[in-house]
């Protein structure tokens, strides 16, 4: 690594490359940061591939109180409406703030912004750029004012490995670099890393984003939140493809329709049918999947000939498997795609770890609960970016320590996909999320490529397993039901492994409790 990096000592080092960390960066500036990114910055981000927008309320029949509604409503009992509120006012602003960075946002003939539905929502408020492409679209702005930044550097191809800590403070980060292993001594880094969808067979997320954020948090000591609440989206295209194509909300948002392999409207009794919230409009089409239908989108009619237009990316994903969608149906099935939890995170992002922050889908802020409301996590990652450049701003250096450096393996989880996909997907169950505890434990503990994909595995399972109810997107088997009382979950790494090692001694659940 460079002398020019090393002479970051001591300054933010931003971990992750995508919207939330990109934007934390630029709002620190002019103070040095140093951004490193597994990959090059842009080819790899789950922020790339968003085809939905931002959730804002814009438009003229719209409030942030109907947003804030529709948020806690989709999130089951478990938002923080403290925090959902505070966003949820801040989004409009963030949303124009972007704009004035360079993001060419979809405008109506008049120049304002245009606005789409998507499910749960009650108005028209998600703000989309180049149609699907929307990600793409604000990564190339942001991508762009980091690059014309001095202030920024960014470091591709180098991976954070642990955190160094020291009474609860953050002295440092150990990480790869294609040469040999670093140590980069800082008292302020702000994890950026994304989400969890490479533990997972079927899921849209990239597969090289495997819970790092999680595995750094938690190794360091830092309390998770909500682990055990995972996005499904509903409507992944259904193919050989992995990571599975997304197939937007906003698809349905024009008037697309589900049907099975008979042209049955099968989802007509849900309320709100193909517009109902994500996890619901998931069960409902895992569950007819599973009584051996298949399930298609039928987007002939509507959106219809405007598909190509209003979808290029979709349509393109479509064309790429010899479908086109205003003439064929739309084969999907249920995939990961979003994490709820993760580090818990107050709005500034500050984590229970000193010297720690995370940002974006990494950080569990409260704002989704149970199940998020589409678009909303490109709105959180804008919106805390601020708060959370705000916040190290204002924090104190740190002590700067030199370590040496040490190698510590990569993470891979493709072992533990089959596993962790049975375990924790749509539809989970105490026998077997006992199971996949008993089996993650040891491998957790080793030093090789899965024991970190095993350490974020088993925080989930033991999550998981703790919550015996049925609640947003977590679904529980043998706990169909809600219970009375909404509590958000909080689990350190240590917490999950004395649970764990309880279980290898006992049979049940409820003996661990006692
Ligand atoms: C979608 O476009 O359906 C996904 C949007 C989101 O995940 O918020």
Redesign the pocket.
């Known amino acids: 690594m460079s002398a020019a990096v090393r002479s970051f000592f001591g300054r933010p080092i931003i971990i992750g490359g995508g919207i939330a960390g990109l934007l934390t960066a630029l709002h620190l500036a002019p103070e040095p940061v140093l951004i490193l990114s597994r990959t090059p910055l842009g080819s790899e981000a789950s922020s790339a591939w968003?085809?939905?927008g931002l959730a804002g309320s814009l438009g003229d029949d719209d409030d942030p109180v109907l947003h804030l509604a529709d948020t806690l409503a989709a999130g089951d009992g478990l938002c923080d409406a403290e925090i959902a509120t505070r966003i949820l006012h801040t989004a409009p602003n963030a949303i124009e703030a972007l704009a004035t960075l360079g993001v060419r946002f979809d405008r109506t003939p008049e120049g304002a912004l245009r606005l789409g539905l998507?499910a749960a929502h009650g108005r028209r408020r998600i703000v989309h750029a180049g149609g699907?492409g929307s990600g793409r679209e604000i990564m190339r702005a942001l991508i762009t004012a980091v690059r014309s930044t001095p202030s920024i550097v960014v470091v591709e191809g180098v991976e954070a490995r642990r955190l160094a800590v020291e009474d609860n403070t953050v002295r440092g980060v150990w990480a790869s670099c294609s040469m040999s292993p670093v140590f980069l001594g800082t008292g302020r880094v702000v994890l950026a890393t994304g989400g969890i969808g490479g533990l997972f067979h079927d899921s849209t997320n990239p597969l090289g984003s495997c819970g790092q954020g999680v595995a750094l948090a938690a190794r360091a000591g830092a309390v998770l939140a909500d682990l055990e609440f995972i996005q499904f989206?509903p409507t992944a295209l259904d193919g050989h493809g992995r990571p599975m194509p997304?197939i937007?909300?906003?698809v349905r948002g024009e008037g697309a329709t589900i049907v099975d392999e008979t042209g049955r409207r099968f989802l007509e009794d849900l309320h709100d049918a193909e517009l109902a919230p994500r996890d619901v409009l998931t069960r409902a089409v895992w569950n007819h999947l599973a009584n051996g239908h298949r399930v298609f989108l039928d987007a002939r009619q509507r959106p219809g000939p405007e598909f190509e237009r209003q979808f290029p990316t979709i349509s393109s994903a479509c064309r790429g498997v010899g479908i086109n969608p205003v003439r064929d149906l739309i084969p999907i099935r249920p995939a990961q795609?979003?994490h709820m939890g993760g580090v818990a995170a107050d709005g500034s992002g500050r984590t229970s770890v000193k010297g720690l922050w995370a940002c974006g889908e990494v950080a569990s802020t409260g704002l989704h609960g149970a199940n998020?409301l589409?678009?909303?996590?490109l709105t959180e990652a804008v919106v805390c970016a601020r708060w959370v450049a705000e916040s190290v701003a204002g924090s104190p250096i740190g002590v700067r320590t030199r370590l040496t450096a040490r190698e510590i393996p990569s993470p891979d989880p493709i072992s533990l996909r089959p596993l962790l996909s049975r375990s924790l997907g749509v539809e989970r169950d105490g026998e077997i999320l006992r199971e996949a505890v008993s089996t993650l434990l040891p491998l957790a503990k080793r030093h090789d490529a899965a024991s970190d994909p095993a350490a974020v595995g088993l925080m989930i399972a033991i999550a998981a397993l703790q919550r015996r109810e049925s609640r947003g997107a977590h679904y529980r088997t043998d706990f169909p039901d809600r219970a009375a009382i909404a509590r958000r979950s909080r689990l350190t790494l240590d917490e999950a492994l004395a649970t764990a090692r309880a279980f290898a001694c006992s049979r049940t659940l409820e003996e661990v409790e006692q």
Not at 374 to 377: H, I, L, R
């Open positions: 968003a085809q939905g998507e699907d989206h997304l937007s909300e906003a795609h979003y998020r589409a678009s909303n996590s």
